[in-house]
């Protein structure tokens, strides 16, 4: 069995070769994939050569973790066929979006650059669109580029993102647009190439889709049913990112908390959690995303047991309203939600809490927000994500009567989001002076001479520092700070 591979590595290259003397394709994957890398080579090859200089690409994720990690497998692949990686979309020649549907207004990102990029696939007609992700999972929306966007070559969903090297040869061998959509699927095809875009840190899929059905959220319908890796194939992928020098890992699923439920030897999330504790050399684990129904005991008690498990949850809330949780099928009242937040912090007390909100479920009234804005200030997050309700065809939510007026969800939405800013700037404030362990991770984008890293508990801080101490550990003194992060120094 392979590691998951990186892209540069000599195991790559041998199975490229090796695959480049193969007449069919095989049937299996991931041999498969590796035929048609080894052909999209080729063909990348010849076409550099023809343009005198090599073929770049440029790939745009938006959405979640889950997306950020696929996009590396995206990465991964275009560099493996030949690929270098453009500084801006209008010098490429294979664009990529990696797309995100959970609410309109991700989709209108897309719908918005697709039309800046028909202007430069004008000056370079050998320009290939391609657009992958959740989005690509609605009928609606292929039927739309089909239609108004017929300059775009590839489309593909979520279910088949390993296909990327087959569907590139295709796209180049077939006229018209390319697209491939699955419904659904139960395959988990592995060791393919990817980028990661941290030498230090990396994602780590345990499971994908979800069971939930929240009746707001169209995820369940784009990202198909609960599937979870095997518990060995996890840890085995951790190991050899340990290996490269990786010392955090987030382990990522839409509900990791029901992680294993569907193996053929179940285990809970809690008993994975504590085997990647015990890997050696591995400082840090995070994962996303946790649902309140599911957080067992079991987990709160792992948590409190290891020192490497960061000292954050994100715990999306959605509404503190029971009455309207019930309506959103979350499967528990604000009660509950409250007392689940007491066991945590009596059992991990310096743990930062941050959360989810909608604002303007259909139905909400004032007495079910003034019950979220409770919530909001007993619990004190230090950070909430506050979304608009936003209306996904679809799902259950989008037929329920009483949709909130506009104003009115604005006008709420601004009153969450200025309690949201308060109770955390005054959260944050209350580490100042403190020492605590940062892991560098950039050079700061707004000054080169400072660095940026975060806390175990998730914040940022900004210390004076060069590349040296990017994917190093060390004590910071929290000097200052300045509402949602800090400035500090390291502590001798
Ligand atoms: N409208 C607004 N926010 C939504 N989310 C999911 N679906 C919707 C929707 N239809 C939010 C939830 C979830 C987060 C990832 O996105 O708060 O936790
Ligand atoms: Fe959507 Fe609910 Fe599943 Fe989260 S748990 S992805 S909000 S259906």
New binding site residues.
Partial sequence: MQKELDYTSPDIEMRILEASHLEVPPADEPDRQYYYIAKAREIIKEKAKEAGRPLLFYSKCFGCQMNAKDSEKLSGILHAVGYAEAGREEDADFVIYNTCTVRENANNKVYGRLGYLNGFKQKNPNMIIALCGCMMQEEKVVAKIRQSYRFVDLIFGTHNIFKFAELIVKTFEQQGMVVDIWEGTSQVVEHLPIERKYRFKSGVNIMFG?N???S??I??YV?GRERSREPEEIIREIKDCVADGVIEIMLLG??VNSYGKTLEHPITFAQLLKQITQIEGLERIRFM?S?PKDLSDELIAVMAGSEKICRHLHL?L?SGSSRLLKQMNRHYTKEQYLELVDKIRAAVPDIALTTDIIVGFPGETEEDFEETMDVVRRVGFDSAFTFIYSKRTGTPAASMEDQVPEDVIRQRFDRLLKAVQEIASQKAELLTGEVQDVLVETINHQDKEYVTGRLSNNSVVHLKGDESLIGRILPVRLDECRGFYYYGSVAE
């Fill in positions: 979800c939930n059905f929240c707001y959220c995820v369940p990202r839409q509900n995303t649902h999306p959605q």
